[in-house]
Nanobody, 123 residues
Framework: QAQLIESGGGLVQAGGSLRLSCAAS????????MGWFRQAPGKEREFVAS????????YYADSVKGRFAISRDNAKNTMWLQMNSLKPEDTAVYYC????????????????WGQGTQVTVSS
């Protein structure tokens, strides 16, 4: 069974930065499009960003454009989310996801999910 493990979450002040990592195992990583989603308390899980299997295409939610950057290294089976200029409304559990179809992944139809990492932004 494929495994996705997120790390890098934590507590940060507004305006600060965090870098999330997603390490994949037992997965043909380069064959999957990857994405980040988040879920805030009392809200539905929402799309944050996605990257195509070889990194050539990236997509972002409007709420994070210009502040977050998604990247991947297929040789390391790892994906990252660099989060800058963090706001309190970015507080959520962030999930890593893998999907065989980029469009479906962006809509939340994924093949695999990670367990999530908590990001808390204080004002």
């Amino acid at each position: 069974q494929a495994q996705l493990i997120e790390s890098g979450g934590g507590l940060v002040q507004a305006g600060g930065s965090l870098r999330l990592s997603c390490a994949a195992s037992r997965l043909a990583f380069s064959g999957y499009n990857m994405g980040w989603f988040r879920q805030a308390p009392g809200k539905e899980r929402e799309f944050v960003a996605s990257v195509s299997s070889f990194g050539g295409m990236t997509y972002y939610a409007d709420s994070v454009k210009g502040r977050f950057a998604i990247s991947r290294d297929n040789a390391k089976n790892t994906m990252w989310l660099q989060m800058n200029s963090l706001k309190p409304e970015d507080t959520a559990v962030y999930y890593c996801a893998a999907g065989s179809t980029l469009g479906r992944l962006t809509n939340g139809n994924t093949d695999y999910w990670g367990q999530g990492t908590q990001v808390t932004v204080s004002s």
